[in-house]
């Protein structure tokens, strides 16, 4: 499932949250499985990204190779990491909480890899992000960015 945005709430032990709504099968995988991957594409997948956002993984045997998108499994858990992601990391789900009408998703950062245009911080002459600018308007990468 694609999120808005993941936050690190903890470097030690280092840790990340995402939220969703608790419908989202994706949602209730999370749940069910105890763990996760949080892969940060780039604006060459942005009709990828749409696609995600716009069909439940109920629906399809596939969401991800659907979508276009290639994968394996996690090398420390048992997740899917997208093979083209400048970034993934594996998380073990730790906690989570409700807020309104969405849970918040704690993880563990279990193992974490990213691609060249990261040595600490990203290099956006390399990485160029894919922005989120609501729903109505879709998933954009603003000019210049």
């Not at 997948?45 to 629906?59: D, T, Y």
Request: hydrophobic share 40%; net charge neutral.
């Amino acid at each position: 499932m694609p999120v808005v945005s993941y936050a690190s709430v903890s470097d030690s032990p280092p840790m990340v949250a995402v939220s969703s709504a608790p419908s989202h099968y994706t949602c209730k995988l999370v749940v069910e499985a105890g763990c996760f991957s949080l892969c940060i594409l780039d604006r060459t997948h942005a009709g990828a990204i749409s696609r995600l956002a716009s069909v439940s993984g109920a629906k399809t045997e596939d969401k991800l190779a659907d979508a276009g998108l290639r994968y394996c499994r996690g090398g420390e858990l048992k997740v899917p990491v997208i093979e083209d992601a400048s970034a993934s990391l594996e998380c073990s789900l730790t906690a989570r909480r409700k807020f309104g009408d969405h849970l918040l998703l704690v993880g563990e950062v279990r193992a974490a890899r990213a691609n060249d245009a990261f040595d600490g911080f990203w290099d956006f002459a390399k990485y160029r992000p894919l922005l989120y600018t609501g729903w109505r308007e879709g998933l954009t990468t603003l000019p210049g960015a």
